[in-house]
């Protein structure tokens, strides 16, 4: 039921798992997403653009590459033009955001605020969720079960209106092109990238250039995965707040599964498993079940009741470092996720949105599972901040190269 997760290194063999495909009928070998090659850097599936440099991926120990769509193979050049679009903010409709204004370096690719604020000042329903390691992620985003590729997700933030997140639209959209075409730099970095492409500089490659930058976010340095590669040894409550978390008593990694101790992980190697999407009870509005619209979770694209309030359980990697928590942002402090965790759900008394969440009639029952006591929680906490990577804020290659 919860084992949606793949085992972190498991190793299938690709020509084993696409016979295993077909003959299951899944689609984990080039299906409707276009996706996968191995080594990222073209092949069969390539659109016959020769990379400008071939691609070699900087992975953490125990990292397999993560999936790459054949249309979009990865290289040096466009890795570099990724990056430098993630952080300007000419790619907005207005010319005042960046993706990098929401998914900041030094938060792990996320943010302090509870609510990502879009390009015109409106609030996002939901928190920004880190990028760390997202390119394994099977599905993208809070609850949408579609986008499966991060050229699919980017849809969202760039061209949305509900919110209105870069707020690119039909008036702006040529008027943003025109900016990067008179730029100093930009056309020749697409045509570098985009080798034997007569007029590169379209939308098009705008995403697959962010995308492919996005794909190098892999990042595990945390004090946790020098431990586990043995150059350190972690506090005493650290370890009590490790083998609580993969154990049987606190359940942590039956949702928070995988390298990435968060959803479900699939990399190069491995066939995709299902996205899991859980209930943890935070709200049950007059008694009824229901979550705040628009953030009713995966019933908002499923429409089915018993999907209301089930979301992806996020990664736990930088945890410490994302304040505040849940999709809503509406928990500030580690404690207080944890606290809601340990309770079986959320009580939100009188008010708007009242009533008992922990009693939510589409609750996990994984959840009402969880016992851990208070000194539990202390190490769960002192466990979960040992998965803070300091070297993703240090890392130039993911830095902002205007200031590079
Ligand atoms: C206004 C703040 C904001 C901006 C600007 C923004 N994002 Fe996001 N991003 C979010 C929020 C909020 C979510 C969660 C959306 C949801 O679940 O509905 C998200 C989700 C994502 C995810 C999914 C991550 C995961 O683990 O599922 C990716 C990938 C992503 N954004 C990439 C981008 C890119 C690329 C850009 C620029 C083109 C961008 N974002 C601009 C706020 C922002
Ligand atoms: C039944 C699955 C499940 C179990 C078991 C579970 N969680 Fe969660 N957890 C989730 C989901 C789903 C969310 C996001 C809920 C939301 O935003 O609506 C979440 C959110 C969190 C968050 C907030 C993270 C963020 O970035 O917003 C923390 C911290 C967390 N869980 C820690 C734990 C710990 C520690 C345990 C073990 C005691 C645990 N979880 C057990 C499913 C689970």
Known sequence: MHAATPRPHSRIRRAALCALAATLAASACGGSDGVVDSTGSGGPGNTGTPPSAPWTWELP????????????????????????????????????????????????????????????????????????????????????????????????????????????????????????????????????????????????????????????????????????AGQITLEPAEQRGEQLFFGTQALCAQCHGGPNLGGAFVDSTQRVGEPAFHNIGLFNIGGSGAYPAPNRGLLEFTGRAEDMGRFRAPSLRNVELTAPYF??????????????????????????????????????????????????????????????????ARNPRFADPAVN
């Open 61 to 228: 120990a125990g990292f397999a590459p993560p999936r790459v769509p054949t249309d979009n193979p990865m290289n040096a050049a466009k890795v570099e033009l990724g990056r430098q679009l993630f952080f300007d903010t000419r790619l907005s409709g207005n010319g005042t955001l960046a993706c990098a204004s929401c998914h900041a370096p030094e938060r792990a690719f996320a943010e302090n605020r509870a609510l990502g604020r879009g390009s015109t000042g409106q609030n996002h329903p939901r928190n920004t969720p880190t990028l760390i390691n997202a390119a394994y992620q099977v599905t993208l985003d809070w609850a949408n079960p579609a986008p499966r590729t991060l050229e699919q997700q980017m849809r969202t933030p760039l061209f949305g209106t509900n919110p209105i997140e870069m707020g690119v639209n039909d008036d702006n959209r040529e008027q943003i092109i025109e900016r990067l075409r008179t730029h100093a730099e930009y056309p020749g970095r697409f045509a570098a990238a985009f080798a034997g492409e007569a007029a590169p500089l379209h939308w098009d490659n705008i995403i697959k250039a962010i995308a492919a930058f996005e794909r190098t976010l892999v990042s595990a340095g945390s004090r946790w995965d020098q431990a586990r």
């Open 327 to 392: 999709h809503d942002g509406s928990v500030a402090t580690l404690e207080g996720a944890l606290d809601i965790h340990a309770a079986g759900g959320r009580d939100m008394g009188p008010g708007l949105y009242a009533g008992d969440g922990r009693r939510n009639p589409f609750k996990d029952p994984l959840i009402d599972r969880i016992r851990i006591d208070a000194l539990d929680k202390a190490d769960l906490i002192a466990f979960l901040k040992t998965l803070s990577d300091t070297g993703v």
